[in-house]
């Protein structure tokens, strides 16, 4: 699932994704393409660390720093 997440992710940043403006209705309108992305990200981590907990899965997690670190971030 984070592999196919990662090459999302990474395909609509390299389509422009990041500077676009995207309309997500489930969440009442336009949002920057950047803000969607970090959203997506948060979502992932947070219910997927949480199914893992509720599940009894133990999350591998390497010190290694991220290789491509949000778009907001820069901001």
């Known amino acids: 699932m984070i592999a196919h997440l990662t090459t999302t992710i990474r395909s609509a940043l390299a389509g422009g994704l ?4 995207v309309n997500v209705p489930l969440l009442g309108g336009a949002y920057p393409g950047s803000v969607v992305i970090d959203l997506l990200l948060i979502e992932t981590l947070g219910h997927g660390w949480d199914l893992a907990r509720a599940t009894g899965q133990r999350w591998a997690r390497t010190r290694k720093p991220a290789s491509m670190p949000s778009p907001c971030s820069k901001a």
């Open 18 to 21: 990041a500077t676009a403006t």
